[in-house]
Each structure stands twice: as structure tokens, then as C-alpha cells.
């Protein structure tokens, strides 16, 4: 990875769930992710791995809005996963309570 690379939030924390650190009493953030990665060898190895051979995690939300649409019809809409994602995110911040 180069300077002006910065590491991706999903990388950091897949690298740290592999390395066994998210079972450790400490608060592993991303930043404070990004901070160990150029200061441990085999971390900074396994994120670069990661980086080059998997994909970005699937937000659930779209998922959710994806399977949601094709229940009503909707194929491949893209209209309908953002009214979908909107509809969840105002769910979960309480809207009509």
C-alpha cells in the first residue's frame, strides 16, 4: 500500500477479526486500526491481502431493500433499494413513534 493510500474501515477491521484482536479487552476503532497498521508487520501484510483479494461487505440494509423490491416486483431497481434503505434508516432513528 502506498503513502497516500488510506486502508478502507471493512480491511482494518476483517484484518483484526482474523488476527484474533477483536477478542482482546480493547477498543479497537478503525482509526485506532489505522494507526497499528504501519506499525505491525503481519497486520499490515494480512490488510493488504485482503484489500487486493476480497470485495467490500454488502450493506445489510441494501440487502434488505434488494430482497424487498423483488418480493414486490421490483427487478433490479435501483429506485426502489433507496426507498428501501431510506425507509430502514428511518426505522431505526425512531420516525412515527
Known amino acids: 500500500m502506498t ?10 477491521i476483517e484484518a483484526a477479526k482474523r ?7 480493547i477498543s479497537w ?8 497498521y504501519p ?9 493488504d491481502l485482503i484489500l487486493e ?3 467490500p461487505p454488502v450493506d445489510r440494509k441494501v440487502l434488505c431493500a434488494r430482497e424487498a423490491g423483488y418480493l414486490h416486483g421490483y427487478i433490479g431497481g435501483d429506485l426502489a ?8 434508516e428511518l426505522w431505526e432513528q425512531g ?3
Open 19 to 25: 488476527s484474533g484482536w477483536v477478542n482482546l479487552n
Open 53 to 55: 483479494t476480497q470485495q
Open 3 to 12: 503513502e497516500q493510500t488510506t486502508m478502507p474501515d471493512w480491511v482494518l
Open 29 to 36: 476503532t478503525p482509526d485506532r486500526l489505522r494507526a497499528e
Open 81 to 88: 433499494e433507496k426507498v428501501g434503505v431510506s425507509s430502514i
Open 39 to 47: 506499525n505491525d508487520g503481519a497486520y499490515r501484510a494480512l490488510c
Open 95 to 97: 420516525f412515527g413513534q
